[in-house]
């Protein structure tokens, strides 16, 4: 197989793991016999500072020429405590995933047991888990219309959606359930909202096509109580742009760091891979960040991508291995961490690809 991929380090921490992430596909490329060919691109403040702008077009043309896209993180604290500033990272993140097509956001809440002390929820509250979220991502907040007064005393957001936008991903986290455990749970807040009563409505008439998967309704407000409480109670989640992000963020600790989770946001053309964490610019360059959600969305796009389910499920099971033995980042080593070997971003970047070659040799 022969695969052209963008990588787009971003800001932060993004270069730092997304390095290791695209090792990983290295070595798989050598394993497989796969020919991975890569370019880098800006984007975020690291592309402000450069061209002025947080999504150059050259970047843009490189995404829209690429089979896959590996990106890190974008963010930068100047803008967190300035609002006021007009040209921003996050603009250039939501403007790819808008221009290309990009509607569905995929996160797997990949539980590893090694790690269910990591989190603050109760062990036995977690084990077993496994969710898979399909967060709708061109809609809602993000791009609906912005106001500010002239005073700039008053502002608004414009929550905002159409019939197909709900319809098109509502499919896609429907056939998922089909392949899953066959349950689906849509999240909304239709007591109060009319985007969330078009959601609701839509989901109902879409849901009639897939007799054979369960269907739930739940407020958002509840959704977020019960993740906590009975995380297990949920097989496949669907929802809106602004309810998934705060969801998503909250099953981190169910996963017991942000740097463990991955996400896929697909659409119409070529996929987008990424870490849910942020660009944390307070551990950039400190050597502390956790590569692994990295590599896990490189395995996102072998499976869901490439269509590579064996190359996916060995890197996968090579981070499993390495868990098993001891080997941890700061973020995922618990109070006893005596009982762990705690290693930087690169020697855990370093010991995947060592524990990948191994599982080749010894199969």
């Not at 995404?63 to 896959?68: K, L, P």
């Not at 993180?73 to 803008?79: L, N, R, S, T, W």
């Not at 967060?135 to 957001?157: H, I």
């Amino acid at each position: 197989m022969k695969k052209n991929i963008l990588v787009i380090p971003g800001d932060g921490i993004g270069p730092e793991v997304t390095t290791w992430g695209k090792a990983a596909l290295e070595k798989i490329g050598e394993i497989f016999g796969h020919e991975f060919t890569f370019e880098e691109a800006l984007m975020g403040h690291a592309a402000i500072e450069v061209t002025g702008e947080p999504l150059p077009d050259e970047t843009l043309e490189k995404a829209r020429q690429s089979d896959a896209i590996l990106f890190g993180a974008i963010g930068h604290a100047k803008y967190d405590n300035d609002p006021s500033l007009k040209v921003r990272p996050e603009q250039g993140l939501l403007k790819i995933r808008k221009e290309l097509g990009l509607f569905a956001n995929l996160r797997p809440i990949l539980l590893f047991d090694e790690l269910l002390q990591a989190s603050s929820i109760k062990p036995e509250i977690l084990r077993g888990t496994d969710i898979l979220f399909f967060r709708e991502l061109t809609g809602d907040v993000y791009f609906g219309e912005k106001t500010r007064s002239e005073d700039r005393n008053t502002a608004s957001d414009l929550m905002i959606y159409h019939r197909y936008e709900v319809e098109r991903i509502a499919h896609k986290a429907y056939q998922a359930a089909q392949q899953r455990n066959k349950r689906l749970c849509s999240v909304d807040k239709a007591n109060v909202l009319e985007s969330s009563r078009l959601w609701r409505e839509t989901v109902q008439e879409i849901a009639k096509q897939y007799p054979d998967v369960e269907t739930e309704h739940m407020f958002i407000d509840n959704a977020a109580m019960q993740l906590i409480k009975n995380p297990k109670k949920f097989d496949v989640v669907l929802t809106a742009n602004l309810f998934g992000d705060i969801l998503t963020d909250e099953a981190s600790q169910i996963a017991g760091s942000m740097g463990m989770l991955a996400s896929a946001s697909v659409g119409e053309s070529t996929g987008f891979f990424e870490p849910i964490h942020g660009s944390a610019h307070d551990i950039a360059g400190k050597d502390l960040a956790n590569p692994l959600a990295s590599i896990l969305s490189s395995a996102l796009m072998l499976e869901i991508g490439f269509g590579l389910k064996e190359e996916a499920k060995l890197l996968v099971d090579t981070i499993d291995q390495v868990l098993k033995e001891g080997f941890r980042t700061h973020d995922i080593a618990d109070q006893n961490t005596n009982r762990f070997k705690v290693l930087g971003t690169a020697e855990m970047g370093k010991l995947v690809l060592k524990f990948l070659s191994q599982k080749l040799i010894t199969s």
